[in-house]
Each structure stands twice: as C-alpha cells, then as structure tokens.
C-alpha cells in the first residue's frame, strides 16, 4: 500500500475511545469472574453438591467449617456439626467429590476439567476465525458477537443456583463465557496495528520517511517475493542519503513502537481499573452474604452486565472497516475479488495456520518460534499458578470468599505498580528486555517454590506456625508479590516478541501469539486436576509448576535477539 494515511484527530480518537472503552469493559471478566470467582463459585457448585469421602454419603456442605477426620465419617451429619469435641483435621486431608455421570471428581478438580475444556475450545474458535477478524468490514461484527455472547453467558450465573438439578450448566456457561472473551480479544487486538500507524506521531514519522526514501516502508520486499539478504541493508542508498534514510526509517520504527505500547498499556491500564472498581463493588455482597454460592454468582453475573454494558461504546466508536484507512491495514489481495463466504475463510485460516507452522517456515523465523515455544510454556504456567493459588488458598487454607476477593484486588494493584517500576530498573541496570524477561521468570517460580515448603516437617506438625505457604496471611504478601510480578511480565513478553515479528503481518503473528497466550492453557489445569484427584491433595502441584515455568528459562536463553529482528524485517510469506 503506498498511498499515505492523513492523520484525523477526530476520527482517530472516536476510533482509540472505542478500542479503549472495549479494554475497559472485557478486561473486567478476567480480573474478576476467570481469575477469581469463576474457579471458586465452579467448586463450590461442586461442593454443593458434593459428598465427603470415604463413603460418599455426608453432603460437603453439611461439613461446613468442621471438618471431621476421615475416621468419623460415618457419624450422622447432625452429630459431625453439634458434637464440639469431634477431631478435626486439616482441609488439604479431607476429599470432597461430586458424582457427574458415571465419575466421581474432586470439587477443586471439576473446576479445573471447566477451563481445560473451555481454552481448549477457545483455541478452536481463534484460529477459525483469524481471516474474519483480519477483514475489516467483519472485524467489528466478529467482536460484537463475541462479546455479547460471552457476557450474556456470564449474566446467566445469576439464574442458576447450585441446588438446581442443571447445576452442571454451570460448566457450559463457564466455557461458553471464556470462549467469547477469547474470540472477542483477537478481533480487538486486530485494531491494534492500525490505531497505532493512525497515531499523529507516527503519521508525522511516516511522511518524513517517504519524503526522503519515496515509497519504500519497513519491512517491505521487491515484487517478486524473494527476501533480501539479512546481512544487507532494507534500503539501497548511498552516501548521506542512505544515512538520512536509515535514520529516518529508524525514527518511524520507534515512533511506531512507541505507540504500540503506549496505547496497549493504556488498554491494560484501564482494564486492571475497571476490575478493581468491580471487585471492591462485589465485595459488599460477598461480604453481607457470607460468601455464599449466590454471592460469587452475583459477582460473575455483574461482570458479565458490565462487560456488556460498556461494550456498547465500542460498538459507536470502533471503525466498521467501511472507511479507506480502516482497510489499510489489512487488504487481502488473494482474496479482494472474491464474494465474501464465511466457510471459507474459516478453512483459509487453518490453512493458513498449516502453512506458516510448516518446517520450511519455523525455520526462516526460528527465533521467532523459539519464543512462541517459550510463551506456550510462560503463558500455561503463570495461569495455571493464580488458579491453583486460589483454590489452594479456599480449599487448603480455607480462606473465605471475602479474603480471596482482597487478594484479588490487592494483586492487580501490585501488577500496575509492577509494569511501571521494571521499566526504571531496567534503565538503572541497563539490561535488554530478554534479560528481564528471564529475571521476571525465575522470580515468578519462587513462588510455587515457596508452597512447596509446606511439605516439610516442622510446617506440617505445627511447629513453625508461619511460613511455606501454610497460613491465610501468607497468601496475601504473595499476592502482591506475584502482582507486581505478573503486571511486569505481561508488558515485556508482548515487547519482546514485536521485535521478533515480520513487518506488514503483524496482526496474524499477534493472532498466533494471542491463541498461545489465551487458548494453548489447558494442558496446565488439567495435570493440577490430576495431580488433585490422584493425590488428594493440591499441594503437590507446586512441584509441576515450578518444572514448568522453569523448562521455558532454557528456550528464552537459546535466543538470537539480532538474529531475529533481521530474519523478521526480510519476511515474506511464500505460500
């Protein structure tokens, strides 16, 4: 495309408001119904309707706050909750299963089989859907549906309570809702590349440079496909005006940079604040109802109104794709002259899946896939250890919904404290953001480390009454830990894959980065599901956690930064 972009301050912010305000409205399901009260309320739908073992016949829920040792149950349930001298025992010893079909599954592991199951299905959905939300004119339709689809599975928590005999609708709306935020994030991080090359300072960039270079761009390739050499200049220049031109397309790359991330943390930004509004608005039901089953479906449910209600803004405000710079960013020659046919675009988008992971191709951005490698890993485990967290902190700690709702609010926090305080460290040390990333890594690992402290002796029997993850005040300083933690390696992890991406394709590679990053999580909550159900106790999963985030340390370390960047600006996909 050689024509130039003229920037509308009008247009252009209408078009940022929209993409801002659907941050500010989506963001708030994952703070507070994904992270927080969507694991908890699908476990105690569980427990509800659950039975202690061994002998399957005293309800969970009759238990209560007493729990007997496995010895007692077969006393009635109304003598296990009048008799005060009964033995209790710790929670993490005691099991409690619900009957689904033929099976019977842990309470904390029903929870886990849920997401498994919906980011597994999340996956499917994101890469049949790729073309679509690539095409302008259906980009904006895509995120609607999506939307309102996945919040009005969320609304519906608040009709069903956990004594109905459908309660295990409760696991349809839950995978139906993860699937339409999914959905919903890859067609509005497909606006992302055209907001930012739509920004004043990066259309300014941009004519500076072709006034000087003419219509050459970054990253562009000669008509006849074949990709220049790495070790070559992008521009054939001489003397000063090469120089000149390297410089200015320099200014451009930066300028665009700049404005990539500046608007992306701004969406995170505000979607860490509309979540902690929504979580301090549901904390005084939470806590006027005692953290009953209908309290965390209240939460869910108001997070689905919001996610809702504030999507209607971005339905005015983003472009519809009808306009010549909505396109611009996304033509599709091979396909311009065809009559639009969903179906078969939805087979374009496997296809064109199969094709960019062929060997030929890995190996042309091998760096590149080296870190899609690393985020598959990266992205699993640090997901997987804020559930497992949370439902060791109710199920082990027995802490209350109310707490688990503070600590939900306090993590966010620590994580917007944590994205603005890294970046000044990194400057103070002088690392690269790959230095960083890792640092960020090993020091995330500690805290799956540190609950695996609990097995120890003197922490099993009481003797050290605080320390290896074995009391409620434990879980809120690791909160903010893990927040600050967690805020940081989320900016840098989307930084440092940009530079490892082609030129002029960017929102596919940020829809194969988005299917890593929100769909490929399934494989981590299904072997903590196993691990719960195999060992009656979750705390054993801390040791896979640690392997897990620490066998991506070795995959980020093997790769070639320079490399990289070079072998990503000569990019062209053959086909």
Same mark, same amino acid.
């Given at each position: ?15 940022? !408001?929209?993409? @801002?305000?659907?941050? %500010? =409205? ?7 119904? $994904?992270? #927080?009260? +969507? &694991? ?18 005293v309800p969970c829920s009759a238990a209560n706050s007493t729990i007997p040792l496995p010895g007692d149950l077969s006393n009635s349930t109304s003598s296990l909750i009048s008799n005060a001298t009964v033995t209790t025992a710790p929670a993490e010893e005691i099991r409690c299963v619900v009957k689904l079909g033929w099976m019977w599954i842990d309470s904390a592991s029903f929870s886990l089989y849920v997401n498994s199951v919906s980011v597994a299905l999340q996956a499917l959905t994101v890469i049949s859907m790729g073309n ?6 259906? !980009?904006?339709? @895509?995120?609607?549906? %999506? =939307? ?7 609304? $519906?928590? #608040?009709? +069903? &309570? ?106 995170? =930004? ?7 509004? $929504? ?297």
């Amino acid at each position: 495309m050689t024509e130039e972009l003229v920037y509308d301050s009008r247009k252009y912010k209408k078009w940022l !408001r929209g993409w @801002l305000s659907y941050a %500010f =409205a989506s963001e708030v399901f994952v703070v507070v119904s $994904l992270t #927080l009260f +969507l &694991p908890i309320c699908l476990e105690q739908f569980a427990r509800d309707n659950g039975y202690l073992l061994p002998d399957h016949t005293v309800p969970c829920s009759a238990a209560n706050s007493t729990i007997p040792l496995p010895g007692d149950l077969s006393n009635s349930t109304s003598s296990l909750i009048s008799n005060a001298t009964v033995t209790t025992a710790p929670a993490e010893e005691i099991r409690c299963v619900v009957k689904l079909g033929w099976m019977w599954i842990d309470s904390a592991s029903f929870s886990l089989y849920v997401n498994s199951v919906s980011v597994a299905l999340q996956a499917l959905t994101v890469i049949s859907m790729g073309n679509i939300a690539d095409h302008p004119p259906h !980009r904006k339709l @895509l995120l609607l549906f %999506f =939307a309102f689809f996945g919040s009005a599975a969320a609304t $519906l928590f #608040l009709l +069903l &309570p956990s004594t109905s005999p459908i309660w295990p609708t409760s696991a349809l709306l839950g995978i139906c809702a993860n699937v339409g935020f999914g959905a919903s994030v890859v067609a509005m991080n497909a606006y992302l590349p055209t907001l930012a090359r739509a920004s004043e300072e990066v259309v300014m960039a941009r004519a500076d440079m072709l006034s000087v270079v003419g219509e050459s761009q970054p990253g562009q390739h000669s008509n006849d496909g074949e990709a220049e050499d790495a070790s070559e200049p992008l521009l054939a220049s001489q003397g000063d005006d090469h120089s000149s031109s390297n410089a200015l397309r320099e200014a451009y790359n930066n300028a665009l940079s700049r404005a990539t991330s500046r608007i992306s943390s701004f969406g995170i =930004a505000l979607g860490y604040v509309a979540g902690i509004i $929504l979580l301090i608005i549901a904390l005084i039901p939470v806590t006027k109802l005692h953290g009953t089953t209908f309290s965390l479906r209240l939460a869910i449910g108001m997070s689905g109104i919001w996610w809702a209600t504030f999507s209607l803004p971005a339905a005015a405000w983003l472009p519809s794709g009808k306009t010549k710079e909505a396109n611009m960013e996304s033509e599709d020659v091979e396909g311009s002259k065809e009559l639009w046919n969903t179906k078969r675009e939805i087979g374009k988008a496997w296809k064109r899946l199969g094709n960019m992971l062929r060997w030929r191709e890995v190996k042309r951005l091998r760096n590149t896939f080296k870190f899609l490698a690393a985020w598959f890993l990266l992205s699993d485990g640090f997901t997987t250890i804020t559930s497992t967290a949370m439902l060791f902190a109710k199920t082990s700690l027995n802490m209350p919904a109310t707490s688990l709702v503070l600590i939900g609010i306090v993590s966010p926090i620590a994580g917007i404290g944590g994205s603005l305080a890294w970046p000044r460290i990194q400057r103070a040390l002088g690392w690269s953001n790959l230095r960083v990333l890792v640092t960020l890594v090993c020091l995330a690992s500690l805290l799956p480390a540190y609950g695996c402290l609990g097995f120890l002796p003197a922490f099993r029997n009481g003797s050290i009454r605080f320390g290896g993850l074995t009391t409620p005040a434990e879980m809120y300083v690791l909160s903010v830990y893990f927040g600050a933690v967690y805020g940081a390696f989320q900016g840098y992890a989307r930084a440092f894959y940009s530079e490892l991406i082609p030129h002029g394709e960017e929102a596919r590679w940020y829809a194969l980065y988005s299917i890593t990053d929100k769909s490929s999580s399934f494989v981590g909550p299904l072997i903590v599901g196993l691990i719960a159900d195999t060992t009656g106790n979750i705390r054993y999963a801390f040791f896979f956690l640690i392997c897990m985030v620490w066998s991506a340390v070795p995959i980020l370390g093997a790769i070639n930064v320079e490399r990289g960047r070079r072998d990503a600006a000569v990019y062209r996909f053959k086909g």
